[in-house]
Nanobody, 120 residues
Framework: QVQLVESGGGLVQPGGSLRLSCVASGTIVRLYDTGWFRRGPGKQRELVARINSGGSTNYADSVKGRFTIFRDDTKNTVYLQMNSLKPEDTAVYYC??????????????WGSGTQVTVSS
């Protein structure tokens, strides 16, 4: 079994920063593409940032220049550094990853989410 567990969410004032972490655990051989998605109040889930196993990244236009995604494959962990946060960044943030397990099956997994609230 594989689990993705996010942490690092919370309440922050506009202009502040947070760093989200997502740790993958279980019978993992390798992480492939990983990413962060979010669902704001009354909104659909959207891609925030993605990073592949080669380190290439892409970002939603709304977060470019403010958010940075990076990963540490030795720890099976992906991070999202969020700076200059705005109220419109308020959402539940979800980790997503393509993972190859010991059963030699590559599948897609989701974490349960972490709440980020940007408010004064």
């Amino acid at each position: 079994q594989v689990q993705l567990v996010e942490s690092g969410g919370g309440l922050v004032q506009p202009g502040g920063s947070l760093r989200l972490s997502c740790v993958a655990s279980g019978t993992i051989v390798r992480l492939y593409d990983t990413g962060w998605f979010r669902r704001g109040p009354g909104k659909q889930r959207e891609l925030v940032a993605r990073i592949n196993s080669g380190g290439s990244t892409n970002y939603a236009d709304s977060v470019k220049g403010r958010f940075t995604i990076f990963r540490d494959d030795t720890k099976n962990t992906v991070y999202l550094q969020m700076n200059s946060l705005k109220p419109e960044d308020t959402a539940v943030y979800y980790c997503n990853a393509d993972i190859l397990t010991f059963t030699r099956v590559r599948d897609n997994y989701w974490g349960s989410g972490t709440q980020v609230t940007v408010s004064s």
